[in-house]
Antibody, heavy 123, light 108 residues
Framework: EVHLEESGGGLVQPGGSLRLSCAAS????????MNWVRQAPGKGLEWVSY????????YYADSVKGRFTISRDNAKNSLYLQMNSLRAEDTAVYYC????????????????WGQGTLVTVSS | EIVMAQSPATLSVSPGERATLSCRAS??????LAWYQQKPGQAPRLLIY???IRATGIPARFSGSGSGTEFTLTISSLQSEDFAVYYC??????????FGGGTKVEIK
């Protein structure tokens, strides 16, 4: 069974940093593209970042570009999000989410999600 | 960036009735559209991908249709467990991957 478990959330002051982790199990992590998606309190879903299975291709939402860094360690079956220069508007539940396996074409819906970790940016 | 718009924002439906949710893209996404269900305090769950294909384990009362810029999620006979928020997401032209603002299906 696929399982994704986020950790590392918490309360941080504006301008501070936080590192989120996502531990994956139940599938061959190194074969799958991964993402971070966030949800501000009472709001909708916002895609944050993508990383290819090898880690060589990375994309960010404009709202976090230059401040957040996505990475992965396939040997540890783990996904990370380093968040720097945090702002109040970064307050959200952060989910790690898996893309389906690539066949002839790679599609980027999200077939499995973790339960999320809450990041609160406040003084 | 492709903007996704969902309507209505809230849909009041009685159990057993049909619910029809709409999603519109600001430009064509072909059939590269997914639907998710989210209940309070839970992560989203994939319902539909490629506009009309039900994900594993999703009941047949959920169906998706449409292509291009207009899409519909239909729940044929609402069960108590179906009251939730539903999101559409396009993956045709990215980055960024974009979601609609959601439709809340509530008990009438």
């Amino acid at each position: 069974e696929v399982h994704l478990e986020e950790s590392g959330g918490g309360l941080v002051q504006p301008g501070g940093s936080l590192r989120l982790s996502c531990a994956a199990s139940g599938f061959t992590f190194s074969s799958y593209e991964m993402n971070w998606v966030r949800q501000a309190p009472g709001k909708g879903l916002e895609w944050v970042s993508y990383i290819s299975n090898s880690g060589y291709t990375i994309y960010y939402a404009d709202s976090v570009k230059g401040r957040f860094t996505i990475s992965r360690d396939n040997a540890k079956n783990s996904l990370y999000l380093q968040m720097n220069s945090l702002r109040a508007e970064d307050t959200a539940v952060y989910y790690c989410a898996r893309n389906p396996p690539c066949g002839n074409d790679c599609s980027r819906w999200f077939d499995n999600w973790g339960q999320g970790t809450l990041v609160t940016v406040s003084s | 960036e492709i903007v996704m718009a969902q309507s209505p924002a809230t849909l009041s439906v009685s159990p057993g009735e049909r619910a029809t949710l709409s999603c519109r893209a600001s430009q064509s996404v072909s059939s590269k559209l997914a639907w998710y269900q989210q209940k309070p305090g839970q992560a989203p769950r994939l319902l539909i991908y490629d506009a009309s294909i039900r994900a594993t384990g999703i009941p047949a009362r959920f169906s998706g249709s449409g292509s291009g810029t207009e899409f519909t999620l239909t729940i044929s006979s609402l069960q108590s467990e179906d009251f939730a928020v539903y999101y559409c997401q396009q993956y045709s032209n990215w980055p960024p991957l974009t979601f609609g603002g959601g439709t809340k299906v509530e008990i009438k």
